[in-house]
């Protein structure tokens, strides 16, 4: 009897966060009871947990966050512990974002589980492996790789010996329309949105990479923004921790506008869009800050990014995805037991997953899950390439 009385009195708490929503909320924010879920789950709905936050802790617990703390953001093979790996990435994403979201009067826990879970799919070697697993699942005809993609697959296929988290489809809508490489200075949310619409914008990606896709919520097009703000500065304070640019490179323009340190651009980029977008049914920039947020994200683009310094084990590391890839659909292919994906992937993984996927798909979901660290000790000592210090 005591249980049901304090459950009665945690139901009703839920109830009253829920009531504080409504009244405290922008009108145009996601309440949490719009949440959908692909599958039902009564003890979420009768309970006192509100679903977005749930989202939150799942995303938090999940396997594939724990590996964000090898993985690779702009830099890798450097031997400098200052440098930003993606899980510092990420949760900068999801400061900035909530704290402009909190000025907007939008969902701070749809928020940070948008931001959390946004990178999830992310190769080892950031942005170069991501194009070389692209290249290689398209020669295989599984359709082009988007780390966006896979952060969904991950989530709702992979994670959990493939029975995925049951995330909610304002949830999963954000992280796979998130894109902080896309340049915005006004994003509208694509409402209306159904778990049938998330398949097919996933089936069409797939096939046609370039095509855009916009979020169905406010706190998904802000995360959306906020993905560059928390890195433009970021990445530029890492590259002058590298020695790879001086502070002095920075275009005089974006200086002028933005400032030229990190805390000055975020402070600078964050109270411009809530300046512009408040009450706004759109996330918004200035024109004047978002043309100097893109010649900034261009400069960051031909300077930092495409650095040839950086760039010295490129072509090896694309060799070794190519060389992994194979083996292990050759493993797959003549049901090689003793190869790392059957003992550190498929072991206990569900029917359902090996029905549902080609194995061409198996090795893509394996490969793009390591860290930096288990990709090299998963290839020949002799080809691994070494740390640099610059």
């Not at 304090?6 to 009531?19: I, Y």
């Not at 504080?20 to 959908?36: M, V």
């Not at 709905?45 to 964000?68: E, K, M, N, P, T």
Request: aromatic share 8%; with cysteine; glycine share 6%.
């Amino acid at each position: 009897m005591k249980k049901y009385r304090e459950d009665g009195v945690l139901v009703a708490l839920k109830a009253l966060l829920d009531r504080k929503e409504t009244e405290n909320l922008s009108s145009l924010a996601t309440l949490t009871t719009q949440g959908i879920r692909r599958f039902s789950e009564p003890k979420i709905d009768s309970g006192y947990r509100q679903g977005f936050s749930v989202d939150v802790d799942r995303i938090l617990h999940s396997l594939a966050y724990a590996r964000y703390i090898d993985k690779t953001q702009v830099f890798y093979l450097v031997k400098n512990d200052h440098i930003t790996h993606r899980v510092l990435h990420v949760q900068l994403v999801s400061k900035i974002a909530r704290t402009v979201g909190r000025f907007l009067g939008l969902n701070e826990d749809l928020i940070e589980a948008i931001a959390l879970g946004h990178d999830i799919g992310h190769t080892p070697f950031g942005h170069d492996g991501e194009h070389f697993l692209s290249e290689i699942c398209r020669y295989h005809g599984i359709g082009s790789f988007h780390h966006s993609l896979q952060s969904v697959q991950f989530l709702e296929r992979v994670e959990r010996k493939g029975q995925g988290w049951n995330l909610c489809l304002q949830t999963l809508d954000g992280i796979l329309c998130h894109d902080g490489e896309l340049h915005d200075q006004r994003l509208t949310p694509s409402k209306k949105k159904t778990f049938d619409s998330l398949d097919q914008e996933i089936a069409l990606k797939k096939s046609d990479p370039t095509m855009p896709l916009t979020p169905m919520t406010l706190e998904g097009c802000l995360v959306r923004m906020c993905d560059t703000v928390s890195y433009i500065g970021r990445d530029i304070e890492d590259a002058i921790r590298l020695k790879l640019i001086q502070r002095s490179d920075l275009p005089r323009n974006c200086v002028e506008v933005l400032g030229q340190t990190n805390g000055t651009i975020v402070f600078n980029l964050v109270t411009d869009l809530i300046r512009n977008s408040h009450q706004q049914a759109n996330i918004v920039f200035s024109p004047d800050v978002s043309a100097a947020l893109k010649q900034l994200k261009k400069f960051n683009l031909n300077v930092i990014y495409l650095n040839q310094k950086i760039k010295k084990y490129t072509a090896r590391i694309k060799i070794l995805f190519e060389r992994l890839f194979e083996q292990y659909l050759n493993d797959l292919n003549t049901q090689r037991k003793s190869s790392a994906i059957y003992g550190q992937f498929l072991e206990n993984m569900s029917e359902e997953y090996i029905q549902r996927h080609a194995p061409a798909e198996i090795v893509r979901d394996f490969i793009a899950g390591m860290t930096d660290r288990y990709f090299l000790n998963q290839c020949p000592e002799s080809m691994r390439p070494e740390f640099q210090a610059f």
